[in-house]
């Protein structure tokens, strides 16, 4: 299942393991996949707690726990057989380790999609494709019993249950078509988010925001790992690997913001913030490297080498960032943060405008104006408390 676990699951904490030492790299790694796990497992026990008739808290704590020991079930399995370590119930849980990843990854990118954010379908047409999902679990998991490959999500150890044979070969068969069926289930899922989307507002356009902006940041950073490693660049594919990691820890902290609906409305400052960020140092890395071998060809028959090119286009760079950022900026918020944007374009065309003024009911009636523009309540008033002498 290539697509379903580049996406999801692959992880080094799921790989074979062998008795050499790991280096630095490889706990980073590590340290990384645990933290996604561990921030799915927290979020789901507080949403459980804090919304209870909310079955997104239930899935996130399920399938938490089930990706934990998916990771956890091959080194302690390896650790029994390697070292000779006495562990108890080794052998069961590898035999179920693969039963956990299935349960949990599915639980994860086909349920929570389709159930977020209040827990109930986007619309009576969707109940088809759940009664599907809901199938699909207890024959994933059936089939995990029957066959033994030897694959980097698999086993430790060897398959007990296994049928062998032709009679394997044919559950093996069965595997791959649901693997592919599986893939369509996953489209389907985040189709249901995109048509949520569409049709939500207020509120549940925000919720939905903050799941959308936390998925397309881990997709991103998957992609980012893909390329990184077809290009041969394992130190910077090994980096967006781990920042894949964070950011699929991520996702569960965006859903349990999004469920308790708090702080919402920062999703906007958020993306805006994070889009500005990238397109200038997109702008300004672009920006030192023609410079650099723009100046190199013209420098380089003068002073022999490119110390003097790359000095001066830092310089360039260094002055461009202020102005350049400032522009990316405003017109990132034009975009994607409307509202902030023009309470503050009406906050500084107030602010210029009571420097000049003196009169102190046109000062009165523009505060109430601006005030009614930028925040558009019910109703304003202003009060002004009385001097003691009888004046304002």
């Known amino acids: 299942m290539p697509v379903f676990m580049l996406v999801v699951v692959a992880s080094p904490?799921?790989?074979?393991?062998?008795?050499?030492?790991?280096?630095?790299?490889?706990?980073?790694?590590?340290?990384?996949?645990?933290?996604?796990?561990?921030?799915?497992l927290i979020t789901g026990a507080i949403l459980s707690i804090l919304r209870p008739r909310n079955p997104i808290g239930w899935l996130l704590l399920v399938s938490g726990a089930c990706l934990i020991l998916t990771n956890f079930a091959p080194t302690y399995a390896e650790a029994a057989v390697i070292l000779g370590w006495s562990l108890p119930g080794y052998q069961l849980l590898d035999w179920l380790q693969p039963a956990f990843e299935r349960l949990g990854s599915l639980l994860f990118i086909v349920w929570i999609?389709?159930?977020?954010?209040?827990?109930?379908?986007?619309?009576?047409?969707?109940?088809?494709?759940?009664?599907?999902?809901v199938l699909l679990i207890p024959i994933f998991i059936a089939l995990t019993f029957l066959t033994d490959n030897d694959d980097e999500f698999g086993r430790t150890l060897p398959n007990p249950t296994a049928l062998g044979g032709a009679a394997e070969e044919v559950a093996e068969t069965v595997v791959s078509i649901m693997e592919v069926t599986l893939v369509g289930f996953i489209v389907l899922a985040?189709?249901?988010v995109i048509v949520r989307f569409r049709r939500s507002r207020?509120?549940?356009?925000?919720?939905?925001?903050?799941?959308?902006?936390?998925?397309?940041?881990?997709?991103?950073?998957?992609?980012?790992?893909?390329?990184?490693?077809?290009?041969?660049?394992?130190?910077?594919?090994?980096?967006?690997?781990?920042?894949?990691?964070?950011?699929?820890?991520?996702?569960?902290?965006?859903?349990?913001?999004?469920?308790?609906?708090y702080r919402l409305y920062e999703i906007d400052r958020i993306i805006s913030r994070t889009i500005g960020w990238a397109l200038v140092t997109l702008l300004l890395v672009g920006s030192f490297v023609g410079l650099v071998l723009a100046s190199t060809a013209v420098l380089e028959a003068i002073t022999g080498g490119n110390t003097l090119a790359v000095?001066?286009?830092?310089?360039?760079?260094?002055?461009?960032?202020?102005?350049?950022?400032?522009?990316?900026?405003?017109?990132?918020?034009?975009?994607?943060?409307?509202?902030?944007?023009?309470?503050?374009?009406?906050?500084?065309?107030?602010?210029?405008r009571l420097r000049d003024e003196v009169d102190l009911e046109t000062i009165r009636s523009d505060i109430l104006g601006t005030v009614d523009q930028a925040v558009r309540p019910a109703g304003v008033g202003l009060w002004l408390?009385?001097?003691?002498?009888?004046?304002?």
Do not use: C, H
């Open 113 to 133: 999609p389709l159930l977020f954010p209040d827990g109930q379908l986007v619309g009576a047409r969707w109940r088809p494709i759940a009664w599907a999902a």
């Open 190 to 192: 985040f189709v249901s």
């Open 385 to 392: 408390r009385e001097r003691q002498g009888g004046g304002r």
């Open 202 to 261: 207020g509120a549940a356009r925000q919720q939905m925001k903050w799941f959308l902006g936390a998925v397309g940041l881990l997709f991103a950073s998957q992609i980012s790992t893909v390329v990184s490693w077809l290009l041969g660049a394992e130190l910077l594919a090994n980096s967006f690997y781990f920042a894949a990691e964070l950011a699929r820890g991520l996702v569960p902290i965006a859903i349990g913001i999004a469920v308790l609906r």
């Open 13 to 40: 904490g799921s790989e074979e393991l062998s008795s050499a030492p790991r280096g630095p790299e490889d706990v980073m790694l590590s340290l990384g996949t645990v933290v996604a796990w561990l921030s799915m």
């Open 311 to 352: 000095a001066g286009s830092t310089l360039v760079v260094a002055a461009l960032f202020t102005p350049l950022r400032s522009r990316v900026q405003r017109a990132v918020d034009r975009r994607f943060d409307r509202a902030r944007y023009d309470g503050e374009r009406l906050i500084g065309a107030f602010g210029e």
